[in-house]
C-alpha cells in the first residue's frame, strides 16, 4: 500500500487557519486522499477526501498537488473542538476489502 | 448525519467470559467493519460484512467472532476473552465497500479483560 508522511504535531491559535500537509510520493493513479480525525475518547471521524481536484466541505477544504504526491488538509478557524490527531491515508480504488490503515497522523494543539 | 453507536463505551470483563459488542447504524449501510484499536499498532481490521448474513475475516480474526442478522446491526463475539484482547474497539459503517466512500465510526467500547 502506497504510504503517507505527516508531520507529528502542529499547533495553532483559536481562529486563525491551520494547514496540515501530507506526503505521498508513492500515490497511485486508482489512490483516493482521504483525511480523518479522531478526537480523544471518541472513535475516527471522517473529514474529507478527493482524488484529483481540489474539495471543500463544511469541515474543511482539501488541497492536492497537481502531480498528486501531496496534499494539505485546511482548517479556516481552528477552534478548540478541532484538536484531535489528523489521518492523512491513501484508498486504492481497487482494494475490494475497504479497510481502513491510520499512520501516527499529526496532533494538533489548538491553543486559546 | 450518519449515526453509528456502540452498546457500550466501558466494559470490564473477566478472562474466559464470553464477550458480546453491538453495533447499531441508522443509514442503511451496505457494509459493516469491526476495528480494535491500539497504541502503537495503530487501526486493525478484525471482521467486516457486506450484506446481512455475510461475513469476511479482517487481518486479526482469531479469538473472534460475528453475527449480523439485520442489515443495521453487527455484532462482535470474543468466544473466550483474553487479557490480550483488552482494547478500544471501533466499529464502522459504509455506503458501499468503494475507495471514495468514507467510513462513518462509533465512539468506541473500551473493553477490559481482567
Known amino acids: 500500500d502506497a504510504k503517507t508522511t505527516q508531520p507529528n504535531s502542529m499547533e495553532s491559535n483559536e481562529e486563525e487557519p491551520v494547514h496540515l500537509p501530507c506526503n505521498h510520493s508513492t500515490i497511485s493513479g486508482t489512490d483516493y486522499i482521504h483525511w480523518y480525525r479522531q478526537l480523544p475518547s471518541q472513535g475516527p471521524e471522517y473529514v474529507i477526501h478527493?482524488?484529483?481536484s481540489n474539495v471543500n466541505n463544511r469541515m474543511a477544504s482539501l488541497a492536492i498537488a497537481e502531480d498528486r504526491k501531496s496534499s494539505t488538509l485546511i482548517l479556516h478557524r481552528a477552534t478548540l473542538r478541532d484538536a484531535a490527531v489528523y489521518y492523512c491515508i491513501l484508498r486504492d480504488s481497487a482494494d475490494s476489502w475497504g479497510k481502513l490503515q491510520f499512520g501516527a497522523g499529526t496532533q494538533v494543539v489548538v491553543t486559546p | 448525519d450518519v449515526k453509528v453507536t456502540q452498546s457500550s463505551r466501558y466494559l470490564v470483563k473477566r478472562t474466559g467470559e464470553k464477550v458480546f459488542l453491538e453495533c447499531v447504524q441508522d443509514?442503511?449501510?451496505?457494509?459493516m467493519f469491526w476495528y480494535r484499536q491500539d497504541p502503537g499498532l495503530g487501526l486493525r481490521l478484525i471482521y467486516f460484512s457486506y450484506d446481512v448474513k455475510m461475513k469476511e475475516k479482517g487481518d486479526i480474526p482469531e479469538g473472534y467472532s460475528v453475527s449480523r442478522e439485520k442489515k443495521e446491526r453487527f455484532s462482535l463475539i470474543l468466544e473466550s476473552a483474553s487479557t490480550n484482547q483488552t482494547s478500544m474497539y471501533l466499529c464502522?459503517?459504509?455506503?458501499?465497500?468503494?475507495?471514495?466512500?468514507?467510513?462513518?465510526f462509533g465512539d468506541g467500547t473500551r473493553l477490559s479483560i481482567l
Open positions: 443509514m442503511d449501510h451496505e457494509n
Open positions: 478527493g482524488l484529483t
Open positions: 464502522a459503517s459504509s455506503f458501499r465497500r468503494r475507495a471514495n466512500q468514507p467510513q462513518h
